[in-house]
């Protein structure tokens, strides 16, 4: 893999290097080499992480025989399923006793918010009938509209109006 190549690619460099005459070209492989190297142990380094990784990895593994199902002659009828409603009924009990059990400790928060629900519905309420009671008192002291007399037939303006005793 990866590790390979570049163990492959140093070696390359090191025949280069050897064969290299020119300082700028010993310098230019010299740290391409140096490169070569940090990766190398770069990627051993990860290697031997991961080998300790799997060493301490746990396989749990089960082997069960491979059971074929039975088959039942017995057919299925009104006590059976007399019974399983039973089984239903007392699962259900079951289900009400633990969800009980556990609101118990919430019991006092419950009741107290209960309690304040119903201190304030009480008291709007009682400011609603206040508020009905005072408007029809209200509407009760106020005379009645007058009523409507008919109108007068206008009166002339030639002075032809009603006639005069």
């Given at each position: 893999?990866?590790?390979?190549?570049?163990?492959?690619?140093?070696?390359?460099?090191?025949?280069?290097?050897?064969?290299?005459?020119?300082?700028?070209?010993?310098?230019?492989?010299?740290?391409?080499?140096?490169?070569?190297?940090?990766?190398?142990?770069?990627?051993?380094?990860?290697?031997?992480?991961?080998?300790?990784?799997?060493e301490l990895a746990t396989i749990d593994l089960t082997v069960t025989e491979r059971q074929e199902a039975?088959?039942?002659?017995?057919?299925?009828?009104?006590?059976?399923?007399?019974?399983?409603?039973?089984?239903?009924?007392?699962?259900?009990?079951?289900?009400?006793?633990?969800?009980?059990?556990?609101?118990?400790?919430?019991?006092?928060?419950?009741?107290?918010?209960?309690?304040?629900?119903?201190?304030?519905?009480?008291?709007?309420?009682?400011?609603?009938?206040?508020?009905?009671?005072?408007?029809?008192?209200?509407?009760?002291?106020?005379?009645?509209?007058?009523?409507?007399?008919?109108?007068?037939?206008?009166?002339s303006p030639l002075g032809g109006g009603e006639p005069e005793p």
């Open positions: 893999g990866r590790l390979e190549n570049a163990q492959a690619s140093a070696q390359r460099i090191r025949e280069l290097l050897a064969k290299a005459e020119q300082v700028q070209n010993l310098i230019a492989l010299e740290d391409r080499l140096t490169q070569r190297q940090t990766e190398i142990e770069a990627l051993e380094g990860q290697l031997a992480q991961l080998d300790d990784r799997v039975e088959i039942s002659d017995d057919v299925p009828g009104p006590a059976k399923a007399l019974r399983a409603g039973g089984v239903a009924v007392v699962n259900i009990g079951q289900v009400l006793l633990a969800v009980g059990a556990f609101l118990v400790p919430f019991a006092p928060f419950l009741l107290a918010g209960a309690w304040l629900a119903r201190r304030t519905a009480r008291r709007r309420r009682a400011r609603a009938a206040e508020r009905r009671a005072a408007e029809e008192a209200r509407r009760a002291e106020l005379p009645p509209p007058p009523r409507p007399t008919p109108a007068a037939a206008p009166a």
